[in-house]
């Protein structure tokens, strides 16, 4: 026998395997040899165990001693204390487990180390403290400290503590024990001081009021930066400004309300435990001046043969300005969608390339070095109007163009009465009778049926679920949210697209009626594979419960007759004010614009940052997050909708789109254009756009850019511009949205964080300002399916397009009335005399709030 190895001999037993416990102590690199004996087997499939675990040594032999008796060997050249534990063998005989008796195989050396000491910065005379720890076997296991190459104190059982006053110098310690000793790794402790002076300051992104600071930390005295100190003064030496102190890392600062036009410098210091290191130099930087803040006045219209002629009132420069006035910027948009900007040097602008058959709307503005100043009044040039006429639309009509109406109208009426009374046709409910020939001075019986008809009742199938050939995943989701077709009465047509979105009235478990809007397939839709792409958006909004995003109401189905499957509906709560790029456009371009408060937008912004969070926070991708998904619900607030593009993230954190769809190509982020991926770092790049549009009242991103063209001047590194009118805090954390790295975008949660923040320190609307509120004595109710007439003239149009998809639906706010100022309607209605006065609280509440009706289709196009 090998010394050192171990064979064990296991009594003879039929069918069993063979041994006796055993404990085996070895020391550290010794050879060990197990085996153990099968009697009773031909051929066993002999498997080494330890602690549970098969052993996937390749160091095992089997050896037959004769046909039913065979001996496994396990060998272990070197041990280690890796290898110590509890050994065994087993082999399989007729569906059960024969095992042998263990092996303890414990594995003796110096000793090993579980805890060394560790290196560390210090204060100056203050106490510290040094861990060591050792295991064997064998045991006991001692500990002796060294300082540099001195001893300190006498042995002391393991764990052991040493207790120091801060000095520099390096510790170890040793491990004894019968075996032998170990030394650890030597400790080095170094005495903290005071951090050194910051340097590479620069002062990035300047504006009118804020200046962004970044720097580089000096030495940190080996103790952590907690906090860094940014003093501002009005020049070297001045008297002191502000000074911001902000918790490093990063290294950055945005200092806020300084003064528009001036001359200011800063230094940066920043501090550790111990405290603050010197200040850096002073350096000098200079706040942009403001924009115009002065629009132009008296725009008017002159039309020539040979286009339009546009004159306006010089601005007269007023407060800091950043360089010269000028030029001014001419914007016009048409009722057919056509829009331009000219540039224009002076206070005239001739006009060309616009259709004079439809409405014209201009505004002017003047810029300067900063930015554009606010825009004028619109001014709004009808097609029936005269050269030279001016001013709100309609607001001078001609005596001649009603004349002609009118005798138009005559003669139309009096053609049609001669014809229907030479045909007397007479329509029934089930066809036409009369002819259009009289036969004998009267008139021929003639009948034509509109349709065929059975006396019996056609068969209608049953609406189940199980009936619209869906997959069973599905149906198990939309099983608990069924709604009895019998529930509800559909009402009137709220809008139309891939299929239709109606108003209906919802029976309560009470016996109450509740308002929603139910979205249904056409008709004609036969394939259970669109039936099944339908649901999966109620399915997807069925997970939902939260303030900002729109929740299902439930789903039902419409009975047909037999043969046809029936129609999917999705129940949805029932939006009263539309979406919010609708409210958006209404405001900027509309029959009677109204002017947004920044407070509005950015609490928009808000809104949907907070929905936004949610959905990531569920693992769920939106896809196609843009203000014409997000609804306005009765209070204002905004709700984020349209969820038949999103995907649930199962495993990893991204869903690649294996198949060709229509996609909001101007909203995708550039990994989305480029290979179909899709994060939540591609709905913060829309939610960015989402961003641009709420600032810019509704305007189409990337005017002017092809969709097949997008991709390139993206991978350019051009990036959507800063609205005129958007302040630099809300476009640097839009261009953040947009990064080529989706890493470096920023949460939804941070995104919320920041926007609130703005939102706090946005001032106050001047009281000045007349409120906006809205009176909530209900009017009088249309009549069923006919247009309603909005304040500004507007007609009642969808609440929604039902091929959009939207998760909530907007109906006409018919028992609402806006009031706005200034710069909103030219003239209140003269309803409000009698409109009782709306209390100060509700005001206040809704000063921020506003809602006007619309959808508009989303521009997509195959990928």
Known sequence: MVPGE???????????????????TVSQGQP??????????????IQWVKDGAVVQSVDQVYIPVSEQHWIGFLSLKSVERSDAGRYWCQVEDGGEMETSQPVWLTVEGVPFFTVEPKDLA??????????????????????????????????????????????????SCEAHNLKGLASSRPATVRLQALPAAPFNITVTKLSSSNASVAWTPGADGRALLQSCTVQVTQAPGGWEVLAVVVPVPPFTCLLRDLAPATNYSLRVRCANALGPSPYADWVPFRTKGLAPASAPQNLHAIRTDSGLILEWEEVIPEGPLEGPLGPYKLSWVQDNGTQ?????????????????????????????????????????VSSHDHAGEQGPPHSRTSWVPVVLGVLTALVTAAALALILLRKRRKETRFGQAFDSVMARGEPAVHFRAARSFNRERPERIEATLDSLGISDELKDKLEDVLIPEQQFTLGRMLGKGFGSVREAQLKQEDGSFVKVAVKMLKADIIASSDIEEFLREAACMKEFDHPHVAKLVGVSLRSRAKGRLPIPMVILPFMKHGDLHAFLLASRIGENPFNLPLQTLVRFMVDIACGMEYLSSRNFIHRDLAARNCMLAEDMTVCV????????????????????????????????????LYTVHSDVWAFGVTMWEIMTRGQ??????????????LIGGNRLKQPPEC?????????????????????????????????GHLSVLSTSQDPLYINLERAEEPAEGGPLELPGGDQAGSGAGAGSGAGAVGGTPSDYRYILSPGGLAERP?????????????????????????????EKIPL
Not at 124 to 138: D, T, Y
Not at 700 to 712: D, K, L, S, V
Not at 833 to 857: D, I, N
Request: charged content about 20%.
């Open 6 to 24: 171990l064979v064990i001999f296991l009594p003879p037993a039929k069918d069993q395997l063979m041994g006796a416990p055993v404990k085996l």
């Open 32 to 45: 060990v040899k197990l085996n153990c004996s099968v009697e009773g087997m031909e051929e066993p499939e």
């Open 122 to 171: 210090v204060p100056p005379n203050a106490p510290f403290q040094l861990s060591c720890e050792a295991v064997g076997p064998p045991e006991p296991v001692t500990i002796v400290w060294w300082r540099g190459g001195t001893k300190v104190g006498g042995p002391a059982p393991s764990p052991s503590v040493l207790n120091v006053t801060g000095e520099h110098t390096v510790f």
């Open 340 to 380: 331009g900007e000219l540039t224009v040097e002076g206070t005239r602008a001739n006009l060309t390339g616009w259709d004079p058959q439809k409405d014209l709307t201009v505004r002017v503005c003047i810029s300067n070095a900063v930015g554009c100043g606010p825009w004028s009044q619109p001014l709004v």
């Open 641 to 676: 909708a349209d969820f038949g593009l999103s995907r649930k993230v199962y495993s990893g954190d991204y869903y690649r789109q294996g198949c060709a769809s229509k996609l909001p190509v101007k909203w995708l982020a550039l990994e989305s254009l480029a290979d179909n």
């Open 700 to 713: 189409t991103p990337y005017a002017g850019i092809e969709n097949a063209e997008i991709y390139n001047y």
């Open 727 to 759: 302040i630099e805090d809300i476009y640097e954390l839009m261009y953040q949205c947009w990064s080529a790295d989706p890493k470096q975008r920023p949460s939804f949660t941070c995104l919320r964080m920041e926007l609130e923040s703005i939102l």
């Open 830 to 858: 003269r309803q409000e005399e009698q409109q009782p006065e709306s209390p100060v609280s509700e005001a206040q509440r809704l000063l921020e709030r506003a809602g006007e009706e619309g959808w508009e289709e989303r």
